[in-house]
């Protein structure tokens, strides 16, 4: 939080965090409203009857469900985390610094959730995304899919829920896949790959209404990535919602009309270098035919940018779009290569979700050169 504070950034956008799943998978979690004990700094600090008892009566919702699937010690380890993470949040106040959440769209097969509630899902159909530039074989991901009509009657309850929960830790958070409130891609039960899949319509605007009625207004960001239609971006401009622009996308010769293409920006994206499914912008940059990296260093031109290194001008291109937010990610700062990065769509291998931060990566001469990055573009927040 300090080298944040340090290097200018006014936010810190994370994975989601509740405990990894399958694969090390942030995605497939064993619940959507509980927190990654892993996380914790003390995670022996002893916990009062009092403290339990109010957590319960908060967290009522889903805590029983949780403490069934976790065992005897899930509600102590929660307070815990709440009390680390009320700290953590007073900090950053202090600091200037906001965090932004993710919230995955899928709960994970054999979750607390899909246990506790399972006429809230789908039978034999499962989540899964259409071919794309990630793979050709599409992704399968095989979370259960929502049975919105079962959760519309009842009143959306269990999203209501949910929002409340990540409104509760986090300042900002970007909902996972939003392309499938408008359509989803439902894969049938044991099929070899996703090619097999179709989309379905999904339940629009209402689950948010929902939960606007009861909770008033929330600061979202719609994942609106891949096969992204008019009716999607409708959907997400009706809900008053960001979007996001990829920087690695923005020089596809096929896509000349891509909304990731530099001139095509908005005020009401959030820009990023690459996301978690991307490879390193450095990796990136050093995988480019010719021709693609002559046009990126054509865009550098135009903008005014140059860098000893091609990262850092990729950065500082990021920070000079209209978009209203720029994200970097670390591994970006860091310069680091295709070892570093996070993961990769579709594939299961035991290098995804693994890189770590090294102690004492973060320097002081690499805050004062995202500063330098982030004031040159206009950036820094105001004193």
Do not use: C
């Amino acid at each position: 939080m300090d080298w944040l504070a340090d290097a200018g950034q006014s936010w810190w956008q994370m994975l989601p965090l509740g405990p990894a799943g399958e694969g090390g998978s942030p995605y497939k979690s064993p619940s959507a409203f509980a927190a990654d004990p892993a996380l914790l700094a003390e995670p022996d600090a002893s916990v009062s009857g009092a403290e339990i008892d109010a957590f319960r009566d908060r967290e009522r919702y889903w805590i029983g469900d949780w403490e069934r699937y976790s065992g005897d010690d899930a509600v102590a380890d929660q307070v815990r985390f709440d009390r680390e993470w009320g700290a953590l949040r007073a900090y950053a106040v202090e600091r200037g610094v906001r965090l932004f959440g993710d919230m995955p769209i899928y709960v994970a097969p054999g979750s607390a959730d899909h246990l506790a509630h399972p006429e809230l899902f789908q039978h034999g159909e499962v989540a899964g995304a259409p071919p794309d530039k990630f793979t050709d074989l599409g992704q399968l991901w095989g979370n259960p899919l929502y049975d919105w009509p079962a959760l519309q009657r009842r009143g959306y309850r269990w999203w209501v829920e949910r929002l409340r929960r990540t409104s509760e830790l986090v300042d900002l958070a970007r909902i996972d896949h939003f392309r499938a409130f408008v359509a989803y891609w439902s894969v049938p039960a044991g099929a070899p790959d996703a090619r097999a899949g179709r989309f379905r319509r999904g339940p629009g605007r209402a689950p948010f209404d929902a939960a606007f009625r009861e909770l008033g207004e929330l600061s979202l960001v719609a994942e609106n990535l891949g096969k992204i239609t008019p009716a999607v971006e409708r959907l997400r401009r009706s809900l008053g919602l960001p979007g996001m622009a990829v920087l690695q996308f923005a020089f596809d010769p096929d896509e000349p009309a891509s909304p990731h293409r530099l001139e095509r920006h908005r005020e009401d994206d959030i820009v990023y270098t690459g996301t978690h499914d991307h490879d390193t912008i450095r990796a990136w940059w050093e995988s480019l035919p010719e021709d693609i990296r002559a046009d990126v260093s054509a865009a550098l031109d135009r903008a005014g940018i140059s860098d000893r290194d091609p990262w850092w001008a990729l950065i500082r291109l990021a920070f000079a779009s209209p978009g209203v937010v720029a994200i970097v990610q670390l591994q970006d700062v860091l310069g680091l290569g295709g070892e570093a990065r996070m993961n990769v769509p579709g594939l299961v291998d035991e290098r995804n979700w693994s890189w770590r931060l090294e102690p004492g990566a973060l320097t002081g001469e690499l805050a004062a050169r995202l500063r330098d990055a982030t004031e040159e573009a206009g950036r820094l927040p105001n004193p």
